[in-house]
Structure formats: C-alpha cells, structure tokens
T-cell receptor, first 114, second 110 residues
Framework: EAGVAQSPRYKIIEKRQSVAFWCNPI?????LYWYQQILGQGPKLLIQ????????DSQLPKDRFSAERLKGVDSTLKIQPAKLEDSAVYLC????????????FGPGTRLTVL | QKEVEQNSGPLSVPEGAIASLNCTYS??????FFWYRQYSGKSPELIMS????GDKEDGRFTAQLNKASQYVSLLIRDSQPSDSATYLC??????????FGTGTRLLVSP
C-alpha cells in the first residue's frame, strides 16, 4: 500500500513570496490533515479535511494560509505572502476516518523563508 | 497549562536497557492515545496506539495508560541504538484535533 505522498520535499523562498505544497493521501482515507512542525516542537494541526469539507481550521492563519481539497483526494496548502516565522516542516497526514483513527504521515516539505 | 506534556530529554540509556518515556495530558475526556517515533529529518511514524486503561504490548514496545492519573507511557525493552529518536506522545478527545507533545529525545548508547 502506497503511503502519503508530498511534494516538493524542500523549498527555499524569500519573505513575501508565495509557495504551494501538494499532498496525496493513502488511497481510501477520507480524512486529510496539514500540520506545521517547527524545529524542537511537536506537529501543530493547521487544517483538517473530511472528504472535501473542512472539519477544523481553527489554527490556520487565514490571512496568509489557504488550503483546498476539491475532489476529496489530493490537497494543496498555500502560503501568500510568506514570513520568516513560516520556516518549518509542513506535514500532510491521512486517516481512514476522523474519530480517533491512527494518522499516517507523509515525508513532509521543509520550507525555509529567507 | 500545556495540553500534552513530555520531558524533552535527552533520555540516555545503554543498549539492552529498558527505556521509559512518559506523557501527561490535561483533557480528562481524552480517549485515543498514540506514540510516534521521529528520526532526525524524518516525519513521525506511528508505533503504538492505546485506547483503554492498562498495558498494550507490541514486540519490544509496551504502552501503558492510566486515565485516572491522565498519564500514558511507552516502555522500550532491550533498547537498541536504532531506537535513538524523538518520541512524540499524541492525544485526542471526541471531536477534537490530535494534540502532540513536544517529544522526548531518546539516546541509546552501544
């Protein structure tokens, strides 16, 4: 069974530029999550989708971050404009459903904002 | 008060010893508990899940849950240098997001 796919693996941009990350979850997983992990901290949930609907985006900085999962499968996370403090690893995870299910993570995208 | 607390470590143990990793959580209605292992530069990998009080064993790993004390632990028997990593505790309540601790760094010396 293929795991969660993410691209790109690394991205370096200058502040105020925009960037987009892509995620393809495990086949059959209805729930998709985007996390931000800053060095030395645990992952922090940015947004959770159940199929193509948003379940939780309470910690998403909506003035600069946006995410979509139009067909209930792939998802993109966008940052525009980026700030220095956005430098982090962005992790995508998926689970079969959302209620206490085990989540499986992709390899992540390491973003550096200069 | 942090929702999920872990000692950041590092926790140093010799090869072959038992490593004991601890986690406390603040939400009394939490019902799903997970341990993830994260190697440096890699993404978290699920190693154990536990949902009811008591012990759950899987190979060299044992998860222990005490809901009355709001405490979950992970024991690693016969620790190996390859177990050296950061171990993340994660907790979720009904209809709530998964919340991670900051992780405990484990170092197993040969």
């Amino acid at each position: 069974e293929a795991g969660v796919a993410q691209s790109p693996r690394y991205k370096i941009i200058e502040k105020r530029q925009s960037v987009a990350f892509w995620c393809n979850p495990i086949s059959g997983h209805a729930t998709l999550y985007w996390y931000q992990q800053i060095l030395g901290q645990g992952p922090k949930l940015l947004i959770q989708f159940q199929n193509n609907g948003v379940v939780d985006d309470s910690q998403l900085p909506k003035d600069r971050f946006s995410a979509e999962r139009l067909k209930g499968v792939d998802s993109t996370l966008k940052i525009q404009p980026a700030k220095l403090e956005d430098s982090a690893v962005y992790l995508c995870a998926s689970s079969f459903n959302s209620q206490g299910d085990e989540q499986f993570f992709g390899p992540g995208t390491r973003l550096t904002v200069l | 008060q942090k929702e999920v607390e872990q000692n950041s470590g590092p926790l140093s143990v010799p090869e072959g010893a038992i490593a004991s990793l601890n986690c406390t959580y603040s939400d009394r209605v939490s019902q799903s508990f997970f341990w993830y292992r994260q190697y440096s530069g890699k993404s978290p990998e699920l190693i154990m899940s536990i949902y009811s009080n008591g012990d759950k064993e899987d190979g060299r790993f044992t998860a222990q849950l005490n809901k009355a004390s709001q405490y979950v632990s992970l024991l690693i028997r016969d620790s190996q240098p390859s177990d050296s990593a950061t171990y993340l505790c994660a907790v979720t309540s009904p209809f709530q997001k998964l919340v991670f601790g900051t992780g405990t760094r484990l170092l197993v010396s040969p």
